[in-house]
């Protein structure tokens, strides 16, 4: 059932207070949007600017740094909302729950004054440069260079499936700071990259789904950044960084999964009960009955499993193993339950005019991105 039907233990009235107004909003006034977006491949520049005025970004932010002051039990509010909305495009996700915390954990005190303020209100939208067109879920492979020259890094390479590429300028980039230490040599630098030369987006990707959200390749060609501009004050903490704030991103992309699976149950549901055939509505047929009662059911236990890892989030204490297990199982029963739940809409199904299809689509990179399922078991594992 949806979250306003319910309260999930780890959260208060604050939080339901902000789903139920971040839900009510993502209905109202960008689910009318989303078409264009998807056409355009990328929310409007003034979403994002929106989306900091009615309190949607920088929920979990300290109040002195422009944020709300809340916990991470905020941002899930938002998320779960933008997820039973049925919006895909903005990525609200990454910039509050994955940027915005590096710079809160790992910045200096004039950083954290410089950036997450603007961060806050949208007028810095924000990425995180990972992947590599040669690495994948590979970190350690990572080719990204920068060399210090005085008080300045020279940066060159390039990364590509980046999450608001197109419209980020403000970017932390993973990168070799020594290229002979391995893990050890990698480092965090943040790259602001209005005005910046040597700094070029490639394409937009034309991707199978979340059409509408811009993911970009970027290139970084002797790209001079600042030495205040890296993470943690010292080189070589770039592995040790992203590790920490791994199980947190992992988190993210289980919620996503779910509030996507409550939307197309919910979808479906009505579908079913209005659509007839040979005469009568497809909801009375028992495989209907069936299929459903198995998709909610999977639905129920998907949600347990986020709602108790929240709980465990917000204490300090989800590890590395778990959030990895968490996001692996979640995102593959997303898959299948939005398939079944396809099927049951037939040949409108396919049509992408309806949510459903749309939720497939964007269903599939949820088993790539954040670490691929295949790295989630081989990483939990080695805990076993």
Not at 70 to 85: R, T
Not at 169 to 198: F, P, R
Request: proline share 3%; aromatic share 10%; net charge negative.
């Amino acid at each position: 059932m949806p979250i306003q039907n319910f309260t999930p233990a780890w959260m208060t009235e604050d939080h339901r207070m902000l789903y139920d107004s971040a839900l009510r909003f993502f209905k109202e006034q960008w689910v009318p949007k989303d078409a264009k977006w998807r056409e355009q491949g990328s929310v409007d520049r003034e979403t994002w600017l929106e989306a900091g005025a009615n309190g949607f970004l920088c929920a979990s932010m300290p109040e002195e740094y422009g944020g709300a002051g809340g916990d991470f039990g905020h941002e899930a509010a938002i998320m779960f909302a933008q997820c039973e909305a049925g919006i895909s495009s903005f990525g609200g996700f990454l910039h509050s729950g994955i940027v915005a915390p590096y710079i809160l954990h790992y910045g200096s005190e004039e950083q954290k004054r410089r950036w997450l303020p603007k961060l806050a209100t949208g007028e810095l939208v924000g990425a995180i440069a990972m992947t590599e067109p040669g690495t994948g879920s590979d970190l350690q492979g990572v080719r990204t260079h920068a060399v210090k020259e005085g008080d300045t890094y020279r940066l060159n390479g390039s990364k590509t499936f980046i999450t608001n590429g197109q419209l980020a300028n403000l970017v932390i980039v993973v990168c070799k700071t020594s290229k002979d230490e391995g893990a050890q040599g990698m480092s965090l630098l943040v790259v602001e990259t209005d005005g910046a030369t040597g700094f070029r987006r490639g394409r937009n990707l034309d991707k199978l789904g979340m059409e509408g959200q811009d993911t970009s390749e970027l290139f970084f060609d002797d790209v001079l950044v600042p030495e205040a501009n890296l993470l943690g004050g010292a080189e070589g903490q770039g592995f040790f960084q992203l590790m920490q704030e791994l199980p947190q991103e992992r988190l993210i992309v289980a919620i996503c999964g779910v509030g996507s699976m409550q939307l197309a149950v919910d979808e479906t549901l009505a579908y079913t009960k209005e659509r007839k055939a040979f005469g009568k509505p497809v909801f009375s047929f028992q495989n209907t009955r069936f299929k459903l009662a198995e998709c909610q059911a999977t639905l129920m236990a998907s949600r347990a499993l986020v709602d108790a890892a929240m709980v465990s989030h917000l204490k300090g204490e989800l590890g590395v193993d778990r959030a990895a297990l968490i996001k692996y199982w979640i995102t593959d029963n997303q898959c299948k339950v939005i398939d079944e739940c396809l099927q049951l809409f037939g040949g409108y199904g396919y049509m992408k005019e309806y949510v459903i299809a749309r939720l497939w689509a964007d269903a599939r990179v949820q088993r790539i991105y954040g670490g691929t399922n295949e790295i989630m078991k081989e990483l939990a594992s080695r805990f076993l």
